[in-house]
């Protein structure tokens, strides 16, 4: 497997930015067992974007768990991009890491980097801020993404500021302004994860299969419920996985690799039809 990490320039955030990435490669048992060579032409691999939490950057996931290893077992490229404490937003007071995250650098990894662009080949997911940042793609994007995935999640955002994170109406915690500015521009956006896969719903869109996991003794046990009963109201599919826990990285790389597990993943490079 090989583990590298890109310096890349953002224009949306007009700057440099990181990202790491789990690239698999071929063993040579592979080709003593005869399996197709998968440095050629046209080769691409399914492709999982996976977002870090609050207050950590795209190195995270491959230095506090062992997705490196899981990704390599199951032939599984993973995206790794650092978007800091910026909600997944584009910042009212900051810079556009949603428009980067979601736009611009999907762009320039397809071009660089063999990802298959199928929808049923790319899945997103997350833990913490990752997995609101990781709904949020699914539920707006869901003609890229076929399946997607919240660690410990904060999946109902609005809800999280008006129960910790105001007072008299005004939100307290800075990192909230300079993401959201104020409720009533995060209130039924984009960006409010289950109105936006209400309107989705009733729209009769294809959204992605969701896997919600959290610890039953993490501090967002109870939006997670919530955003479960929630999506099972509107008939959209969602596996829970429920279990004893905690916000840890032990929870997460466990459930990072239950997740994998769950995925129709194929096990190896997408060849060409007829290669």
């Not at 959209?236 to 826990?245: A, H, Q, S």
């Amino acid at each position: 497997m090989a583990l590298f990490e890109l310096t890349l320039r953002s224009n949306a955030l007009n700057t440099n930015t990181s990202v790491w990435v789990c690239y698999p490669e071929m063993a040579g048992h592979e080709q003593k067992m005869g399996k197709p060579y998968q440095y050629q032409p046209g080769v691409t691999f399914q492709t999982l974007w996976l977002l870090h939490g609050g207050g950590g950057d795209a190195s995270n996931w491959p230095r506090y768990t062992s997705i490196e290893r899981y990704a390599n077992e199951h032939k599984l490229m993973v995206i790794c991009p650092s978007a800091y404490n910026s909600f997944y937003a584009d910042m009212v007071h900051g810079d556009a890491y949603y428009t980067w995250i979601s736009e611009e650098l999907p762009q320039i990894l397809t071009w660089m980097l063999p990802i298959s662009p199928k929808r049923q080949d790319n899945f997103v997911a997350g833990l913490s801020m990752g997995g609101y940042g990781a709904l949020k793609l699914a539920v707006n994007h869901p003609e890229r993404f076929s399946h997607a995935g919240s660690f410990s999640g904060a999946v109902d955002m609005p809800a999280i500021i008006r129960r910790n994170h105001m007072r008299d109406g005004v939100i307290t915690d800075p990192h909230f302004v300079f993401a959201f500015g104020s409720l009533d521009q995060l209130d039924h956006t984009d960006g409010d994860v289950l109105w936006k896969a209400q309107q989705q719903a009733e729209a009769g869109t294809q959204l992605p299969n969701f896997y919600v996991s959290c610890g039953t003794e993490d501090f967002t046990w109870d939006f997670n419920v919530r955003l479960r009963e929630a999506f099972q109201a509107m008939g959209i599919d969602l596996t829970w996985d429920e279990r004893p826990g905690s916000h840890t990285w032990s929870y997460w790389d466990a459930a990072v690799q239950r997740f994998i597990d769950w995925l129709p993943l194929k096990n190896a490079p997408v060849f060409e039809e007829g290669k």
